[in-house]
């Protein structure tokens, strides 16, 4: 099993920056895919940004061009980087880290408990 503990929220106005952070710890070489995700009052949690071992990233249209996804895989963080935030950002965002064995198999993916982020308009 992973733990994953984020950071970094908080409440910022339209046009501002957060940067998020995710500590990983545990099983963390069977770490793969680390993704982003966020949930808004009443939506479904929306995967925002992932990042593959080797650096491949991927991102929701939405957030495309103002958020940037890294990580460092030899101290186990993850990292977003929010600019030109918008009111519509709002929500808990929350850290996920796929596991797979060496062979490949997928085991499973773990959750941090979430960092709220207000955009206030």
């Known amino acids: 099993q992973v733990q994953l503990v984020e950071s970094g929220g908080g409440l910022v106005q339209a046009g501002g920056s957060l940067r998020l952070s995710c500590a990983a710890s545990g099983d963390t070489i069977s770490i793969s895919t680390m993704r982003w995700y966020r949930q808004a009052p009443g939506k479904e949690r929306e995967l925002v940004a992932e990042?593959?071992?080797?650096?491949?990233?991927g991102y929701v249209d939405s957030v495309k061009g103002r958020f940037t996804i890294s990580r460092d895989n030899a101290k186990n963080t993850l990292s977003l980087q929010m600019n030109s935030l918008k009111p519509e950002d709002t929500a808990v965002y929350y850290c996920?880290?796929?596991?797979?064995?060496?062979?490949?198999?997928?085991?499973?993916?773990?959750w941090g408990q979430g960092t709220q982020v207000t955009v206030s308009s």
């Open positions: 996920n880290a796929r596991r797979h064995s060496q062979n490949g198999w997928y085991q499973g993916s773990n």
């Open positions: 990042i593959t071992r080797s650096g491949s990233t």
